[in-house]
Each structure stands twice: as structure tokens, then as C-alpha cells.
């Protein structure tokens, strides 16, 4: 499923539908699916020209940039680093595969520093929580320090359209 095939639902469980042939936008009302678990895939009919096309809805607050970076991470009080790879990112938050065994566990917060693929390969290192782990996988939010930071801001154009 491409980029162009997401929808992504807002607090009030509105998306913005936009018809990939003629560009028709809608705003529709999903609150029928904000708990629902699993991935939601629709049809959805153009008003305007009639065509039909399937769409996932996104119920994360922030839109997430499919990546694939190398980085490291850091744990403990010793910093012993480790590799990861980068596989998405949003102003919150990022997920990252790990190599081999990793020693995290749910609430751990940890240094992650990897470079964007941007023109500048921008440097972001940010200390996050360890929300998530899946096998392999590791999901984590970026921890607030109460001001926005110069990685903040860096990672909030990487992610603009």
C-alpha cells in the first residue's frame, strides 16, 4: 500500500479522503473504527467522479516516514552501545530493529543517535523511552525536556511533504 493510500484520523475520528484521479476532497466522520485494533482498510466512492479506491486509516496521532537509517543506541549507566536500524519516525517517536539479542525492556530510556538521509545527513541524537518491544523491533517516544530542541526541529522538516 503506498503513502497516497493512508488516511489519518484527527481527535474528533475525522480523516480527509482526496480521490487519486480527480484530486475531489471529503472530510468524513470514523469514529466507528477509532477502537478497532486491528489495520482498518476501506472503499471509499468518489462524489465527484466515481471512483472507487481502498484506503487505510491511521489512527496515530502524528504522521509516521517509513525510514531505514543505521544508528546506535546507548543503555545504562555505562552508555554500552548498539547498533539499530531506523524503520520509521515521527515528532514523537521512532521504531527501530535491533541486530541480535538486545538487553531492553519497556520503560527503559535510552540515546539514540543516528543521521537523517536528508541533504545534509543531519545528525539527531535524543534521549527516548522504550514503549514497545517486538521481537526484533523496538518502539520508542522521544523525551520531552519542556522546550523544543534543535533535533526537534530538524526532524519536524524531515518529515514535511
Known amino acids: 500500500m503506498t503513502e ?14 482526496t ?8 472530510a468524513m466522520n470514523l469514529s466507528k473504527y477509532k477502537d478497532i485494533q ?3 482498510k476501506i472503499k471509499v466512492k468518489c ?5 472507487v479506491y481502498s484506503v ?8 509516521r516516514k517509513t525510514v531505514n537509517l543505521p544508528g546506535s543506541y546507548f543503555l545504562g549507566p555505562r552508555q554500552i552501545q548498539s ?3 531506523v524503520k ?23 540515546i539514540i543517535q543516528f543521521n537523517l538521509d536528508d541533504r545534509h545527513k543531519t545528525p539527531i541524537k535524543k534521549t527516548v523511552a522504550v514503549r514497545t518491544i ?19 526541529r530538524r526532524i519536524g522538516f524531515y518529515l514535511m511533504p
Open 38 to 40: 486491528t489495520a482498518v
Open 88 to 110: 520509521d519516525i515521527s515528532r514523537h517517536g521512532l521504531s527501530f530493529e535491533v541486530g541480535g539479542r538486545q538487553n531492553l525492556k519497556e520503560g527503559d530510556e535510552i
Open 83 to 85: 547498533t539499530m536500524m
Open 19 to 26: 480521490c487519486p484521479e480527480c484530486q475531489h476532497s471529503k
Open 134 to 152: 517486538t521481537d526484533r523491533k523496538v518502539g520508542a517516544a522521544f523525551v520531552s525536556v519542556g522546550t523544543v530542541d534543535l533535533g526537534d
Open 56 to 63: 487505510l486509516v491511521e489512527r496515530r496521532q502524528f504522521y
Open 47 to 51: 462524489p465527484q467522479c466515481g471512483h
Open 4 to 17: 497516497e493510500n493512508k488516511v489519518f484520523m484527527n481527535k474528533e475520528n475525522m480523516a480527509i479522503f
